[in-house]
């Protein structure tokens, strides 16, 4: 019923910028948390960043002052502001939801995207 579907991901050179959408699609009437996290090949999926329903953030260090996250709530969307790229940054981000409340009295704990690649790359 509910789904989460990112965008905005593909090749950049180091430096540049990019900015990710998450759109839930679906009968929603409020959601709580709200993130990004990413993965690289071998590696584990590690948080990005968070937004609370009250749009208090929280960033993990290595990219704190790079990235922006925010919300529209109207929307039920999130985006990922990235700017000053690194080939660091080069994963799958995902989007992810937590409290997700549909109208009916519906509720979903948890909820991830597919992911959209991210390279960065000169």
């Known amino acids: 019923q509910v789904q989460l579907v990112e965008s905005g991901g593909g090749l950049v050179q180091p430096g540049g910028s990019l900015r990710l959408s998450c759109a839930a699609s679906?009968?929603?009437?409020?959601?709580?948390?709200m993130g990004w996290y990413r993965q690289a090949p071998g590696k584990e999926r590690e948080l990005v960043a968070t937004?609370?329903?009250?749009?208090?953030?929280n960033y993990a260090d290595f990219v704190q002052g790079r990235f922006i996250i925010s919300r529209d709530n109207a929307k039920n969307t999130v985006y990922l502001q990235m700017n000053n790229l690194k080939p660091e940054d080069t994963a799958v981000y995902y989007c992810?939801?937590?409290?997700?409340?549909?109208?009916?009295?519906?509720?979903?704990?948890?909820?991830w995207g597919q992911g959209t690649q991210v390279t960065v790359s000169s």
């Open positions: 992810n939801a937590d409290g997700l409340y549909t109208r009916g009295g519906g509720y979903v704990r948890r909820l």
């Open positions: 679906g009968r929603i009437s409020r959601m709580n948390g």
């Open positions: 937004i609370t329903s009250g749009e208090n953030t």
